[in-house]
């Protein structure tokens, strides 16, 4: 546990199965040091894996190191740092990580078996592999803080940023890019009996062929998961989603969501299938495509308060569509630049005005609103609303006193905004708290 490993290059073999470094029941710390699974002068020999560094019931210290997983490109797995039965106390720090390159599967970092690591502020590139992915945690129960993932390529079919199985995890400030895939892309996926707390991470859901979504929670029913604070871009593909929630509970609250494109047939900024969530105080634009959507719930009823909806699309454009009558709070939300304020897919009503609104939801509807917001800057120096990053979508000194002040005062379940800013009474409408 005193072993410290500084400053050494250290290359795997050319067996089938190659580790850089094997670390079982030991705790060293090994910094600035640069590890390979293994040598792409080995390529003759079929990996079936390969590990940058595999760590079991260990609480190592790794830090400023460069690891990458394979470098030879007839490799079948590899994954740059595998942690099996991670101690609490193991810290995995300030580290460049690459999964490199393989057939099947690439894994930038892997947690399984009850793993409790801190992975904190690294840079996490994975380019290759069918699957391709930046963080998978199994059955396991992290913290995943400040890291910087890259994920995507063009032999990648289907990429995901970070992905839940079975596992909770304290999920803050993490920068997520998808790249290409031939199938799907998508930033964070919430698994089966996950339950995550995803607060402050930045993602762009990516360019797939298929479907791009930004945030996908399906981690089952009776399971809840809080979605608070992001800024999410749901891609590029055919079919595109901020976030999407499947048959769980939760909260979505003080987000900042597009929903996809430019370049997207669908694109939705939250998608509910048999979900009912809080959808709280967020700013959602449905997105730029050929049919666009603020808010879609299929089989779901769930409470609409305080959030800014529109659409940037350039054919059909809803704020909110839903398969089902809505029976719980639809209040204090402001319309924008939507066309169709709600559709209902079953019987076909389309209603396009607060009153015919509220008259039609009844008395769980009340004060909301239609008109501009008057944002800093909608779609910032580029004159781009689809380049979210660049965006400023905070309320200004040009809106109107009823969406600065006419918010529903939610404080009994949260207090701040998606700056951690404090709310006040009377509260904002949006993200983004004005005063």
Same mark, same amino acid.
């Given at each position: ?131 391709? @992915? *930046? !963080?998978?945690?199994?059955?396991? +129960? $992290?913290?995943?803080?400040? /890291? &910087?993932?890259?994920? %995507?390529? =063009? #032999? ?111 694109? @939705? *900024? !939250?998608?509910?299938?048999?979900? +009912? $969530?809080?959808?709280?105080? /967020? &700013?959602?634009?449905? %997105?730029? =495509? #050929? ?145």
């Amino acid at each position: 546990n005193d072993t410290v490993l500084d400053g050494f290059t250290v290359i795997g073999g050319k067996a089938p199965r190659s580790t850089g470094i094997y670390i079982v029941e030991s705790s060293p710390t090994i910094r600035n040091c640069t590890i390979s699974g293994g040598h792409p002068e080995h390529e003759t020999v079929t990996w079936l894996w390969a590990y940058g560094i595999y760590c079991e019931s260990s609480a190592a210290d790794l830090s400023d190191n460069t690891i990458t997983g394979s470098e030879n490109p007839a490799a079948v797995e590899t994954t740059g740092i595998f942690v099996k039965d991670g101690d609490d106390l193991m810290d995995i720090s300030h580290n460049q990580v690459s999964a490199g390159v393989a057939s099947d599967t690439c894994i930038g970092i892997e947690l399984i078996a009850g793993s409790e690591t801190s992975i904190v502020r690294n840079t996490i590139t994975v380019t290759a592999g069918e699957g391709a @992915v *930046g !963080i998978h945690v199994q059955e396991s +129960t $992290p913290e995943l803080n400040g /890291n &910087t993932i890259t994920v %995507g390529g =063009a #032999t990648c079919a289907d990429v995901i940023g970070i992905e839940f199985d079975r596992s909770s995890a304290w999920t803050n400030a993490n920068a997520i890019v998808c790249g290409e895939a031939t199938n799907s892309t998508q930033g964070i996926f919430v698994g089966t009996a996950s339950t995550p707390n995803i607060v402050g991470n930045s993602i762009f859901a990516g360019n797939a062929t298929s479907y791009s979504r930004g945030i996908h929670v399906s981690a089952g029913s009776g399971y809840w998961v809080q979605v608070a604070g992001n800024y999410v871009h749901g891609g590029n593909a055919a079919n595109a989603t901020g976030i999407r929630f499947g048959d769980v509970d939760g909260a979505i609250r003080n987000n900042v969501i597009y929903g996809g494109g430019p370049g997207c047939s669908v694109s @939705v *900024g !939250i998608l509910l299938s048999s979900a +009912t $969530p809080q959808i709280e105080n /967020n &700013t959602v634009c449905g %997105g730029r =495509a #050929t049919w666009t959507c603020a808010i879609q719930s299929d089989g779901s009823s769930p409470p609409i308060i305080n959030n800014i909806l529109f659409t940037d699309g350039t054919g059909g454009q809803l704020a909110i569509l839903t398969s089902t009558p809505l029976d719980d709070a639809v209040m204090n939300n402001l319309f924008y630049d939507t066309g169709t304020m709600m559709h209902y897919s079953d019987d076909s009503v389309d209603i396009s005005d607060i009153v015919s609104l509220e008259s039609h939801l009844g008395a769980e509807a009340s004060d909301n609103l239609d008109g501009d917001p008057e944002f800093v800057d909608i779609d910032g120096p580029d004159d781009d609303i689809a380049t979210l990053e660049d965006n400023n979508w905070r309320l200004s000194g040009d809106t109107f006193p009823t969406i600065t002040d006419d918010g529903y005062d939610l404080s009994a379940s949260f207090s701040e905004d998606i700056e951690s800013a404090e709310r006040t009474v009377p509260w904002s409408i949006g993200a983004y708290e004005y005063d």
